[in-house]
């Protein structure tokens, strides 16, 4: 039997870990990217040794990365990439940053996270996603299409940056059979959520409720199924109609 790979950035909580967990289910076989080392609290099976150690702010650091990644191929195919990935950075008292807030150093940084490194990783893997007419699975946000009141204005562009990235990968990769889409979630329910996020949904979300992790996660194994052959270039808003 054939065993899909997915490489999943940003896998150390939330919505990755949501993601792990729902594609482990299906019979996935996971490798997961983080900067932070291995957690305790990811107790899926094989979860140490399929992690991978990385700090996307490090462009040059991409290069052994997918060298890592390709090692651990045993078909040389990558079925699925999940670009998960982001930084949010925050003023004091976990204040907005806008554009007056916001110097060189920390533009750099959400970019080369947030933008620059999917970019990259894509293109190393492509070789593998071909082999397997894999799928791309971008995450931006709702903040790439408007002002929000927490996220701030480096992460915005950034996420309305990776929505046009998904449109250039859907248009370049499409021929090779490689399929390029993006989920764009508004307010789920996370460990870490900004204060003022009750009155947010209750103000704009017309389902009046937080989403969850798992539907997320869910929207995403949809988007890296056969049963989505033929959407490319899509942007998924998972947000209740808070778009709308």
Not at 18 to 38: D, Y
Not at 76 to 84: C, I, S, T, W
Not at 120 to 139: D, F, H, Q, T, W
Not at 190 to 204: K, R
Request: proline share 5%.
């Amino acid at each position: 039997m054939t065993v899909n790979y997915m490489l999943l950035t940003g896998a150390s909580r939330g919505i990755g870990h949501a993601t792990v967990k729902l594609f482990m289910e299906h019979g996935w076989r996971i490798l997961t990217v983080s900067r932070q080392p291995f957690s305790e609290e990811c107790r899926w099976p094989s979860a140490r040794e399929s992690h991978i150690q990385a700090d996307l702010e490090d462009l040059s650091s991409i290069e052994a990365l997918a060298a890592d990644v390709r090692s651990r191929l045993p078909e040389g195919k990558l079925a699925a990439l999940v670009n998960n990935a982001g930084i949010s950075p925050k003023g004091p008292g976990g204040s907005r940053l806008g554009v007056g807030d916001t110097d060189a150093a920390t533009w750099t940084r959400v970019l080369n996270v947030n933008l620059i490194s999917t970019a990259l990783i894509a293109r190393a893997m492509l070789p593998e996603l071909k082999a397997a007419r894999g799928s791309i699975v971008n995450v931006t946000s709702i903040v790439g299409s408007r002002v929000h009141p927490f996220a701030g204005v480096a992460y915005a562009a950034s996420k309305a940056g990776l929505a046009a990235l998904t449109r250039e990968l859907a248009h370049e990769f499409g021929p090779h059979g490689v399929r390029a889409n993006a989920i764009a979630p508004g307010e789920i329910d996370t460990a870490i959520l900004s204060p003022g996020t009750a009155e947010l949904v209750a103000a704009q979300v017309p389902l009046q409720r937080l989403g969850t992790t798992r539907e997320v996660a869910k929207t995403i194994h949809f988007l890296c199924s056969e049963e989505s052959a033929y959407i490319n270039g899509a942007e998924i808003h998972i947000n209740g109609g808070q778009h709308v």
